[in-house]
T-cell receptor, first 114, second 114 residues
Framework: DTAVSQTPKYLVTQMGNDKSIKCEQN?????MYWYKQDSKKFLKIMFS???????INETVPNRFSPKSPDKAHLNLHINSLELGDSAVYFC?????????????FGEGSWLTVV | AQSVSQHNHHVILSEAASLELGCNYS??????LFWYVQYPGQHLQLLLK??????LVKGIKGFEAEFIKSKFSFNLRKPSVQWSDTAEYFC????????????FGDGTTLTVKP
């Protein structure tokens, strides 16, 4: 069973479009995240939710809007896509906000904006 | 804000060679330190972590890392690598005062030649 699953895995779209990436975790964790990995492999946190509440929002353009309908799901919606949004987006979860907790990652969603 | 630096971006070794990947972080307080690995086509997964106690930490598949507080380092080691160790390796730090916010290094690509 996949612990953290995200869809779609690959997404190619045109500039200006709106797209969503869905994420679900079946680990019973309280905390979920979205990370962005750019072409240089730099992995940077975008958002963190704990029990459906936004905890971290890292200077991300407001075209990016996360939504957590329940603590097992954290979806990412992106409006007006730009070329610079092309990246791999990783969903992740951890038991809770305790700093030493392991982060469990999904397999990533490869977004290409053309 | 914390930061993580991985000195080796691409390491190429022959099987049975010894491995050491460097990781330094900048943060003055108490931290939790992690190494994650991403095998080809798979998601990031935890290799090992340090949060307290013995600064020499042992992880899966024969990997270990040593936390040297005075050097702000958490280098990853393996005495004898195998072809199956070919992967991306990411160091991460999560300070005790910054719940839910792990900072990752930009990764090291390890290629092990059979």
């Amino acid at each position: 069973d996949t612990a953290v699953s995200q869809t779609p895995k690959y997404l190619v779209t045109q500039m200006g479009n709106d797209k969503s990436i869905k994420c679900e975790q079946n680990l019973g964790h309280d905390t979920m995240y979205w990370y962005k990995q750019d072409s240089k492999k730099f992995l940077k946190i975008m958002f963190s939710y704990n029990n459906k509440e936004l905890i971290i929002n890292e200077t991300v353009p407001n075209r990016f809007s996360p939504k957590s309908p329940d603590k097992a799901h954290l979806n990412l919606h992106i409006n007006s896509l730009e070329l610079g949004d092309s990246a791999v987006y990783f969903c992740a979860s951890s038991q809770d906000l305790t700093p030493g907790n392991t982060i469990y990652f999904g397999e990533g969603s490869w977004l290409t904006v053309v | 804000a914390q930061s993580v630096s991985q000195h080796n971006h691409h390491v190429i070794l022959s099987e049975a060679a010894s491995l050491e990947l460097g990781c330094n972080y900048s943060y003055g307080g108490t931290v939790n330190l992690f190494w994650y690995v991403q095998y080809p086509g798979q998601h990031l997964q935890l290799l090992l972590k340090y949060f307290s106690g013995d600064p020499l930490v042992k992880g899966i598949k024969g990997f270990e890392a040593e936390f040297i507080k005075s050097k702000f380092s958490f280098n990853l080691r393996k005495p004898s690598v195998q072809w199956s160790d070919t992967a991306e390796y990411f160091c991460a730090v999560n300070p005790n005062t910054n719940a839910g916010k792990s900072t990752f290094g930009d990764g090291t690509t390890l290629t092990v030649k059979p």
